[in-house]
């Protein structure tokens, strides 16, 4: 009995055995599958990260320091006459930025970067991962999305690619980049490199510079204190600048020789020692050194490298330039030499500039572009008249930008509606009032310079006298959007803005902000070059000190028009520089084809033209705009002045001549009377330069707002050719 009691709880005690071996087996299996799943996901996000950074952050890993080079001056060269290379300029920076090698660099200031910034520096392979996750969990922990934990390399990294940006992505790139880094580098190169490239604050780049400043002496001669004083700046070099603040500088030194003390860089007495030491602050002596003031066309090759080398190397701006003044480049530029003398003849000679009939308290101001049309190459500019005293100031030839008025209307108008075959230099167009034309898009209606209205005319003679109202019209035909599109995709405009998609900006060249002189420069161009625009560039290619190409500015073209359209346009510009509004600028030795532009109130003249060797455009006005008093248009004198030097002993070139003028009569606006045939040439009905403007009205809400018209905040409309203010339908 007791043995059958036995087997029951033996058979019993199996079952239960077997019963929870299968649930542990059970088990296994579930968190083995958790595993596998586990694995198998971890391994596809692996492959899909892979598949990231090398498609998405490929581009973004790739960086040398032979790009970097930072201690030899870039030199400047154009071709003279015989085809030689000479040297134009040697870039020098605002700051005597000199390398210093590690020799020259003490110990102490080493270990004390070391100590502040990346403690495990020489353990670690460019990434400090204990920093990296306690950063990643400090963004979870306090949602703060600042991105910390970086070693000397990666802020290496962020100094010469200048890319600050707080995002995933970026951090990603950082740490790749700087696992990729010290493959190639050690770690003394990456400590040289740092303390010769990063910003130590009051214009100081480098160690070199640092040391002069906060206490002029070479840094081999700081001391421990100092080192620490000037290491300690690193982290906010503003706040921590003793010039900003001695107690700041002193707390953070005090704290960077406590590092060096706990890390064992120094005993205790050298810790107490330089706590202790009285630090003597001295600007440096070589602050206020003379620094060479580059020419409007030096500074114009700067700036346009500079973005070049951003572009191409992804670094920012402070990086570019450091490169482009010490990098040892060899820049090849466009730069005419002899057409760059007659531009300053006429520019720096305050004397030869046309003076005012009334006087204004500031001094007349102009800028030129000029430009070869074939190449794109400009061969000469000038930003201002006068002596240029200082570098960086506004380039008036290359950044303002000012309403062009009536030059705009060939560019915005005229060739367009000829490419969309909308109009001929022969259609009809009934220049009439406000009483008799009505916009389809818009209530708003110009005037005329001479408030007056010449009935049917061609649009040849429109564009010779600058009728306001024909243009128009045209531009109500060809639609904004199209004006607009032709502009920038065909033209190469990279100024206007959404405001400019109305009425008075396009037909008058009233723009919100206005265009640059290079822009409307490299724009008339495409005139006498067949519908060809190319690029303008002040630089062919850029070497480094060895000859090895750095940047090569290739001519970039494309058709903006068909050659018939801009022949087409060429003649009937030709028409207006000889009989029209722009016959102060011809100088009749060489067939001249351009047109004039002056903005509301008189604020801007302009005058835009070409021969069929170059291309320039001429901006007169106020830095301050005011009303501008004189006897006909000083854009055009002034072009005339300088464009007739340029081509003193040139043989005659001829434009070339249009293939077909147009033989259609369409008319645009109502007929009182038949059509009469077109005249040869047109008179002179609307001269920019005679009549004072009307004063316009206040505009009034369109009938129909089918496309914007003046914004909304003006209070006093703009006009056209000198003002000639607006007329409104009610």
């Given at each position: 009995?007791?043995?059958?009691?036995?087997r029951?709880?033996?058979?019993?005690?199996g079952?239960?055995?077997?019963?929870?071996?299968?649930?542990?087996?059970?088990?296994?299996k579930?968190l083995?599958?958790?595993?596998?799943?586990?694995?198998?996901?971890?391994?596809?996000?692996?492959?899909?990260?892979?598949?990231?950074v090398?498609?998405t952050?490929?581009?973004?890993?790739?960086?040398?320091?032979?790009?970097?080079?930072?201690?030899?001056?870039?030199?400047?060269?154009?071709?003279?006459a015989?085809?030689?290379?000479?040297?134009?300029?040697?870039?020098?920076?605002?700051?005597?930025?000199?390398?210093?090698?590690?020799?020259?660099?003490p110990?102490h200031?080493?270990?004390?970067?070391?100590?502040?910034?990346?403690?495990?520096?020489?353990?670690?392979k460019?990434?400090?991962?204990?920093r990296?996750?306690a950063?990643?969990?400090?963004?979870?922990?306090s949602?703060?999305?600042?991105?910390?934990?970086s070693?000397?390399?990666?802020?290496?990294?962020?100094?010469?690619?200048?890319?600050?940006?707080?995002t995933?992505?970026?951090?990603?790139?950082?740490i790749?980049?700087?696992l990729?880094?010290?493959?190639?580098?050690?770690?003394?190169?990456?400590?040289?490199?740092y303390l010769?490239?990063?910003?130590f604050?009051?214009?100081?780049?480098?160690i070199y510079?640092?040391?002069?400043?906060?206490?002029d002496?070479?840094?081999?001669?700081?001391?421990?204190a100092?080192?620490?004083?000037?290491?300690?700046?690193?982290?906010?070099?503003?706040?921590y600048?003793?010039?900003?603040s001695?107690?700041?500088?002193?707390?953070?030194?005090?704290?960077?020789?406590?590092?060096?003390y706990?890390?064992?860089?120094?005993?205790?007495?050298?810790?107490?020692?330089?706590?202790?030491?009285?630090?003597?602050?001295?600007?440096?002596?070589?602050?206020?050194r003379?620094?060479?003031?580059?020419?409007?066309?030096?500074?114009t090759?700067?700036?346009?490298?500079?973005?070049?080398?951003?572009?191409?190397?992804?670094?920012?701006?402070?990086?570019?330039?450091?490169l482009?003044y010490?990098g040892?480049?060899r820049?090849?530029?466009?730069?005419?030499?002899?057409?760059?003398a007659?531009v300053?003849?006429?520019?720096?000679n305050?004397?030869?500039?046309?003076?005012?009939?009334?006087?204004s308290?500031?001094q007349?101001q102009?800028?030129i572009v000029?430009?070869?049309?074939?190449t794109?190459?400009?061969?000469?500019?000038?930003?201002?008249?006068?002596?240029?005293?200082?570098?960086?100031?506004?380039?008036?030839?290359?950044?303002?930008?000012r309403?062009?008025g009536?030059?705009?209307k060939?560019?915005?108008?005229?060739?367009?509606?000829?490419?969309?075959?909308?109009i001929?230099?022969?259609?009809?167009?009934?220049?009439?009032?406000?009483?008799?034309?009505q916009?389809?898009?818009?209530?708003?209606?110009?005037?005329?310079?001479?408030?007056?209205?010449h009935?049917?005319?061609?649009?040849?003679?429109?564009?010779?006298?600058?009728?306001?109202?024909v243009?128009?019209?045209v531009?109500d035909?060809?639609?904004?959007d199209?004006?607009?599109?032709?502009l920038?995709?065909?033209?190469?405009?990279t100024?206007?803005?959404e405001?400019?998609?109305?009425?008075?900006?396009?037909?008058?060249?009233?723009?919100?902000?206005?265009?640059?002189?290079?822009?409307?420069?490299?724009?008339?161009?495409?005139?006498?070059?067949?519908?060809?625009?190319?690029?303008?560039?002040?630089?062919?290619?850029?070497?480094?000190?060895?000859?090895?190409?750095?940047?090569e500015?290739?001519i970039?073209?494309?058709?903006?028009?068909?050659a018939?359209?801009?022949?087409?346009?060429?003649d009937?510009?030709?028409?207006?520089a000889?009989?029209g509004t722009?016959?102060?600028?011809?100088?009749w030795?060489q067939?001249?084809?351009?047109?004039?532009?002056?903005?509301?109130?008189?604020?801007?003249?302009?005058?835009?033209g070409?021969t069929?060797?170059?291309?320039?455009a001429?901006?007169?006005?106020?830095?301050?705009?005011?009303?501008?008093?004189?006897?006909?248009?000083?854009?055009?004198?002034?072009?005339?002045?300088?464009?007739?030097?340029?081509?003193?002993?040139?043989?005659?070139?001829?434009?070339p001549?249009?293939?077909?003028?147009?033989g259609?009569?369409?008319?645009?606006?109502?007929?009182?009377?038949?059509?009469?045939?077109?005249?040869?040439?047109?008179?002179?009905?609307?001269?920019?330069?005679?009549?004072a403007?009307?004063?316009?009205?206040?505009?009034?809400?369109?009938?129909?707002?089918v496309?914007?018209?003046v914004?909304?905040?003006?209070?006093?409309?703009?006009?056209?050719?000198d003002?000639?203010?607006?007329?409104?339908?009610?």
């Amino acid at each position: 009995m007791e043995s059958d009691k036995l087997r029951r709880v033996e058979k019993a005690a199996g079952g239960v055995a077997g019963a929870l071996f299968g649930a542990v087996g059970l088990v296994a299996k579930i968190l083995a599958t958790i595993v596998l799943i586990f694995l198998t996901t971890a391994l596809l996000f692996a492959c899909i990260f892979a598949f990231y950074v090398k498609t998405t952050l490929q581009e973004d890993l790739d960086i040398s320091l032979s790009d970097y080079s930072l201690s030899e001056s870039s030199i400047l060269y154009y071709e003279d006459a015989n085809g030689d290379w000479q040297e134009l300029v040697t870039l020098s920076g605002s700051e005597n930025r000199i390398w210093v090698e590690l020799d020259d660099i003490p110990d102490h200031l080493v270990k004390a970067l070391v100590a502040i910034e990346d403690r495990r520096f020489y353990e670690h392979k460019g990434v400090d991962w204990f920093r990296t996750l306690a950063a990643i969990t400090t963004i979870f922990s306090s949602s703060d999305d600042i991105f910390g934990g970086s070693t000397i390399t990666q802020q290496l990294i962020k100094n010469l690619t200048g890319n600050n940006d707080v995002t995933v992505k970026r951090k990603l790139v950082e740490i790749f980049q700087a696992l990729e880094f010290e493959k190639k580098y050690d770690k003394d190169e990456i400590i040289t490199w740092y303390l010769n490239a990063v910003y130590f604050g009051e214009g100081s780049y480098g160690i070199y510079a640092a040391a002069k400043t906060y206490f002029d002496k070479e840094p081999s001669e700081l001391s421990l204190a100092e080192s620490a004083a000037i290491v300690g700046i690193v982290n906010l070099p503003t706040y921590y600048s003793p010039f900003y603040s001695e107690e700041n500088n002193k707390n953070r030194q005090e704290t960077v020789l406590r590092e060096m003390y706990e890390q064992g860089y120094i005993n205790y007495e050298e810790y107490t020692s330089a706590v202790n030491e009285q630090l003597v602050f001295a600007r440096s002596a070589n602050e206020a050194r003379q620094q060479e003031i580059y020419s409007w066309y030096v500074e114009t090759v700067i700036e346009d490298v500079k973005a070049d080398l951003m572009e191409q190397k992804g670094i920012s701006s402070e990086v570019a330039e450091q490169l482009l003044y010490s990098g040892g480049y060899r820049i090849y530029t466009c730069y005419d030499a002899d057409i760059q003398a007659k531009v300053d003849a006429v520019y720096q000679n305050l004397d030869a500039l046309p003076h005012a009939y009334r006087t204004s308290e500031q001094q007349l101001q102009s800028a030129i572009v000029i430009m070869d049309p074939y190449t794109g190459e400009i061969v000469a500019l000038s930003g201002g008249v006068g002596e240029k005293t200082a570098n960086l100031i506004t380039n008036r030839a290359t950044q303002s930008e000012r309403p062009p008025g009536s030059s705009f209307k060939p560019l915005s108008v005229y060739a367009p509606a000829i490419e969309a075959g909308l109009i001929t230099q022969n259609t009809l167009v009934n220049d009439a009032g406000a009483d008799e034309i009505q916009l389809s898009g818009t209530s708003w209606y110009p005037n005329n310079s001479d408030n007056m209205n010449h009935g049917i005319m061609t649009i040849r003679q429109a564009v010779m006298s600058s009728i306001n109202t024909v243009a128009a019209q045209v531009l109500d035909k060809l639609g904004l959007d199209a004006s607009y599109s032709f502009l920038e995709n065909n033209l190469g405009f990279t100024t206007l803005i959404e405001q400019d998609r109305n009425y008075p900006s396009l037909a008058l060249g009233e723009l919100t902000n206005g265009a640059t002189v290079r822009e409307m420069t490299q724009a008339f161009s495409t005139f006498v070059n067949g519908g060809i625009f190319t690029e303008s560039h002040v630089y062919t290619r850029v070497t480094d000190s060895a000859g090895s190409l750095v940047l090569e500015n290739n001519i970039e073209t494309h058709v903006a028009m068909r050659a018939n359209t801009a022949y087409n346009v060429l003649d009937m510009l030709y028409g207006a520089a000889s009989g029209g509004t722009g016959t102060e600028a011809n100088f009749w030795s060489q067939p001249v084809a351009g047109k004039t532009g002056t903005s509301s109130n008189y604020w801007n003249r302009w005058f835009c033209g070409t021969t069929a060797y170059y291309t320039a455009a001429v901006w007169t006005g106020y830095d301050m705009p005011e009303r501008m008093y004189f006897y006909g248009n000083p854009a055009a004198q002034i072009w005339r002045s300088v464009m007739s030097a340029v081509h003193e002993g040139l043989e005659w070139r001829s434009f070339p001549t249009p293939s077909y003028v147009g033989g259609d009569t369409m008319i645009f606006g109502d007929l009182s009377s038949p059509s009469p045939s077109p005249s040869e040439e047109p008179t002179d009905t609307g001269a920019e330069e005679t009549e004072a403007p009307v004063e316009s009205v206040e505009p009034v809400e369109p009938v129909e707002p089918v496309e914007p018209t003046v914004p909304a905040e003006s209070t006093e409309p703009s006009g056209g050719d000198d003002d000639p203010g607006y007329v409104f339908l009610p």
